[in-house]
């Protein structure tokens, strides 16, 4: 199984849906996600374009990289510029790539299902080519 940290700022909505994204369709990948100055809590709208989707999972919460820098990640992404320029060292070197997306936060549910999208057919491709160049 492979380990993914999907990393933003506030880790309430791009890399929540990411997360999501690749736990459901990605079969032999585990992901996890973060954010570098996280809000504390899912946005609303994020939960709600996931439950639409039927990957909505309690398990998922707004965390800060403190609480997942110890997993021996095979990949980090970041989704976001700052996460990208303030990504940490881990304590086992990890693969980066950027993957950006825009931040739907504080924008009408319209603009999360256009991220749910983005991220579906941009990310979940990436990450995939990404491994098979691995292999």
């Known amino acids: ?7 933003c ?9 990411a997360e999501a994204l690749i736990n459901a369709k990605l079969d032999g990948y585990q992901a996890y996600s973060c ?7 899912v946005n609303a709208h994020a939960k709600k374009v996931l439950e639409a989707n039927g990957i909505w999972d309690n398990k998922y919460y707004s965390k800060h990289l403190d609480e997942v820098i ?3 990640f095979d990949l980090i992404v970041t989704v976001c510029d700052h996460a990208k ?3 940490p060292l ?12 825009e931040d739907p ?8 299902k ?3 999208a983005q991220i579906n057919e941009v990310l979940l491709s990436q990450v995939s080519q990404f491994f098979k160049e691995q292999a």
């Not at 700022?9 to 849906?17: A, E, H, K």
């Not at 936060?105 to 999360?112: I, N, R, S, V």
Request: hydrophobic share 35%; net charge positive.
């Open 85 to 87: 320029e303030t990504c």
């Open 9 to 17: 700022t506030g880790n309430s909505c791009r890399s929540i849906i």
């Open 90 to 101: 881990f304590p086992k070197p990890s693969p980066k790539i950027h993957v950006g997306f």
């Open 70 to 72: 110890e997993i021996n």
């Open 114 to 116: 256009t991220t749910y």
């Open 105 to 112: 936060d504080g924008k009408a549910y319209e603009a999360f």
């Open 35 to 41: 954010g570098v100055a996280p809000s504390q809590k």
């Open 1 to 7: 199984m492979k380990k993914i940290l999907i990393m």
